[in-house]
Structures are given as structure tokens and as C-alpha cells.
């Protein structure tokens, strides 16, 4: 692992932060120095060195999550990954908690600069909402998370005479031979179906855990528990609904329109799940790479085109060895960017299997990536990382804003029509969006569902968000096709963030078709702005507005549709 940005002032250069014995004393240190600091400017200084300790617990923290993930077969990884959420975070959370009470106590605590007005919010909030009672459950609730990673990285089939993970299957769908395509979508949704008890006995049990976690926290439901522990101070779930509204009235008859077009583009009369990511007009699926090690050249071209910086920052992760990025087995699914906070560098993880959505996830990595690097010289710790909502502009500007220079992985033919169909994937991505976050506000307000009704809600929003795909036959997969989104196992309610940011990002693409040198300049300044700002001002910082009314979506889903419409 890379070396910490700044050299240690506070914390031992040796010392074992997996162990609760070494850190006892480095708590009961911090402490005493809390008490004896007088004044405003002295609890300045004492945050630097809480500071330090935070990202150097974090980091090891995100060095064992990043090894548990990369290889969720080897027990020893799993067994470490385990030692910190069993062992180590029940013991730090109470001990963190009391920090932070003795700081909003803390008669400099209000005196402190401006600069710190978000953060003061953020550690009243957490203050308010801890628990010691919900620590235990929320290990617990860790564990289960684990066992789904666990189970879905073991998820694998045969295929062309040999094993292939659901991930490297999702190669077939891009094919023009319509009887393979259905042949690889059966094996998978069946894969799938294999361990659908399983999935559902282990939500079962995180829908218990996460409604007495916010039972115990005074709350009616774990809905209205996640929009304060998230810190949604700037907008309320009524405001999501509206948003599913306007997505229905600006995005759902566009989406079946494009249905209609690649149903008769594909010569069938009723489309099938199978149909869904093949090219309509024949053209064989495009290979943009050879390997993790051209994917990762071809991109670095592309920051280079774009902006010094931007290659600059890029670079940065390949001197560190901080890429994981083709698939495997035991690998879990998915693709994700995690900072090494003391070391304020990004790492990469994700299942490239050589296709183009492949490009397109690193170049999402990639935002967040140089979002991280952007904001490593904010002084303190928690505004190195910004709200979710902005955070996600980062990685979803950095797809559009990039897609100019997808020669650099394809002919001019090919980019363009890697352009065309990741338009029409942002057209899509709103439907499925409304769909996720409907269905987790659906089950967090209606506690005691049975199965039975929680699958006819799924239902009822395929139905009201769905495009004209027809699952007749397999009605099963249909129900559980929920099962795949990890982030309603993992992250509950983390996916609106997703729906905001879109809007976000199509507004910089806006700008950036425009005059991309200036877009990128307004885009690092906000990216280094980190989450020192509340989030409506990150987007004015960039140019943007912070409104995901039909207001908003109208408009840029007419220009989505115009630049569809001009490509070939």
C-alpha cells in the first residue's frame, strides 16, 4: 500500500489498528487532550490529530474490504474482514460516539471557523442518532451483507464448455445469434433462481435488523431512519416520489419508444429479456479491449486528450497498483472506488470481461477516482469525501464527458454508436432507477409484508416503470430480478443518489458540448470543494441546478432525444 500523504504527528508509525489493545491507549489519549484543549483554536489542532487517526483506522478498514472483495473465496481474507466488523468497529463505535459528544459539548465546538458549519451539522446528526444498542445489530447486519457478496461471487455456470462467472455471461447477450442470447439469459436467470430462498431468507433478516435499528433510534420506519442517517437534509422523501412522477411523465414513454424502434429494428414481434443489449441493427458486439492492461492505456489516452490533470490523477492509480478490474471467480460482483484516506488515494475495483460497458464503468471509477485526488487537500478529513448526490455527478459527468474520445477504444462508426446506445442506457437507467428506490420506500413503510407481497409490489413497478420487454415463460426470474441490485441488500436507499446525479451530469454534458475546457474547469473546482459546502451549493459550484423536478428532467431528456436522434 502507498504511503500516507503526510507523514504521522499523532499516531505511532508502527502500531496494529486492527487491535482494540493498541488503540485503547490512542482513545484514552485523545480524550484527555479533548478536555485540555481551551479554546476554539486549540480543538483546531486536537482535529488534525483525531483526524489522523480516523483515516488511518479507515484506511486499514478499506485495505481489508478491498482484499475480502477482490478474492471472497479465501477464508483468511474473509476471517480478517471479519476480526474488524466483529470485533474492532463494535468496540471503535461507542468510543467514537463519546468523541464526538464531548465535542458538541465543547465550548469552542460553535466558536470553530465557518469552514466547519457542514461538518458541525454532520456530527450533531450522528450524535443524535447513535445508539450503543445498535451496534451489535448493525455487525450482524455486516455478516449478512457479507454472506450475499459471498453468495453471488460463487454464482457461476457452464457455458461453451467451460465454467463462467454471471458477469463474463453478460458477453453472450451482446450477440447477434438470438438462440445463444436466450440460451445464456436462461442459464443465468436459473443460476439465479438456484439461491433465490437463500437471498430472500438473508433480506428477510435485514429488513428485521433494519427496523429495529431505527425502532431504537426513535424513528416510525427505516425509511425515514436512512434520510437522517444519510444527512438528506436538502430533501425529503416526498420530494423522491415527485421525482418517480416526473420520471414516469418524461422517461417511461421514451423508454418504450426506443423499445418499439429495436423490436422492429430486430425483425421480432414481441421483445424478450434477451433482446435488451444486443445491437438491433446486426453489427457485431464491439470489443474495446484486450485485456485489463489495454483497457487501462486506452483510458489513460483518453484523460490525456481530455485534460493534463485529469491524466495526471489517472496515473496516479497505475504507479500504485491500486486497479482490480477483470473478473473471476470468487470475486465479488460489482464495481466500485475506494479511498485509502490516509494515503488520500483512490483504488479500483470492478469485473471487466472486455465489453463496452466495461469502458463505460471505468470511466464512471475514474470520476470518483479524481474526485478523491481532487479534494485531498481539504484539511479536514470528513470533507474529503462529499454527499453521495454530488458524488455520483463525479463519476456520471466523467462518462459524457469522456464518450468525444471513445476513438481512441473504436472506428469513428463504432464510437458513435457507443455514444447512441449509452444515451439510450441513461433514457433506460431512470425507469430502473424509479423502480429501485419506489420498491425499498414500499418495503421500509410496510413492515410485517409477507414474500407474496413484496413480490406483487416489485410487480406493480415493473409494470408502471417497465419498457415493453415481455417475460412470458418466466414470470420467476421476472419477481426476483431484484435479487441482482445489490445495493437494496447492501446499501439500503443508496440508489436515488444515482437518479439526482444523472440529472447533474447530463446538465455538465450540456456544458461540456458546449466548451468542454471550461466544463472540466468548473468540474474540478467543485470536485475539490469536496463535501465542504451543503449540497445544493456543490452543484451551483459546478454550474448546476439542484432540482430533479419534471422542470429539469423535461428539458434534458429532449436533448438526450435530439443528440439520439443525430446519431447515426
Known sequence: MPAPFRPRRFLPAQIDLTSTDALAPVFDQLTQRLAAAPHAEALEAWLEEYGEVGAAISEVFAQTYIAMTCQTDDAAREAAYLHLVENVEPWLKPRQFELQKALVAHPGFDALPSYYDVWRRSVRNHVALYREANVAREVEESKLCTQYNKLIGAMTVEFDGQEQTLAQMGRVLLENDRARRQQAWELVANRRLQDAEALEEIFDQLLRLREEIAREAGFANHRDYQFAAKERFDYTPEDCLRFHDAIEQACVPFLRELHRQRAAALGVDTLRPWDLSVDPHGFPPLKPFDGAADLVQKSQAIFAQLDPRLAASFALLSEHGL????????????????????????????????????????????????????????????????????????????????????????????????????????????????????????????????????????????????????????????????????????????????????????????????????????????????????????????????????????????????AIGRAP
Open 323 to 562: 486497479l482490480d478490474l477483470e473478473s473471476r471467480k470468487g470475486k465479488a460482483p460489482g464495481g466500485y472506488q475506494e479511498t485509502l484516506r490516509e494515503a488520500r488515494l483512490p483504488f479500483i475495483f470492478m469485473n471487466a470481461v472486455g465489453v463496452h460497458s466495461d469502458v463505460t464503468t471505468l470511466l464512471h471509477e475514474a470520476g470518483h477516482a479524481f474526485h478523491s485526488v481532487a479534494a485531498r487537500e481539504q484539511k479536514l478529513g470528513e470533507y474529503r469525501d462529499s454527499p453521495l448526490e454530488f458524488a455520483e455527478v463525479a463519476s456520471m459527468s466523467m462518462e459524457l464527458i469522456a464518450a468525444p474520445q471513445l476513438e481512441k477504444f473504436y472506428t469513428a462508426e463504432e464510437a458513435d454508436r457507443a455514444r447512441r446506445e449509452h444515451l439510450e442506457k441513461i433514457a433506460a437507467f431512470f425507469p430502473w432507477m424509479a423502480i429501485v428506490d419506489a420498491f425499498q420506500h414500499w418495503i421500509y413503510t410496510h413492515p410485517g409484508h409477507t414474500r407474496a407481497e413484496r413480490r406483487a409490489c416489485w410487480e406493480g413497478l415493473m409494470e408502471r416503470f417497465g419498457g415493453l420487454e415481455s417475460f412470458a415463460g418466466y414470470e420467476a426470474a421476472k419477481a426476483c430480478l431484484w435479487h441482482r441490485q445489490l445495493h437494496i441488500f447492501l446499501l439500503p436507499f443508496y440508489y436515488i443518489e444515482y437518479g439526482i446525479a444523472q440529472l447533474g451530469a447530463l446538465q455538465m454534458w450540456g456544458q461540456a458540448r458546449r466548451d468542454t475546457g471550461r466544463a472540466i474547469d468548473a468540474y474540478l473546482h467543485a470536485l475539490a470543494l469536496g463535501g465542504s459546502r451543503p449540497l445544493p451549493e456543490l452543484f451551483e459550484a459546478a454550474g448546476l441546478k439542484f432540482d430533479f423536478t419534471a422542470g429539469t428532467l423535461v428539458p434534458l431528456m429532449a436533448e438526450v432525444r435530439e
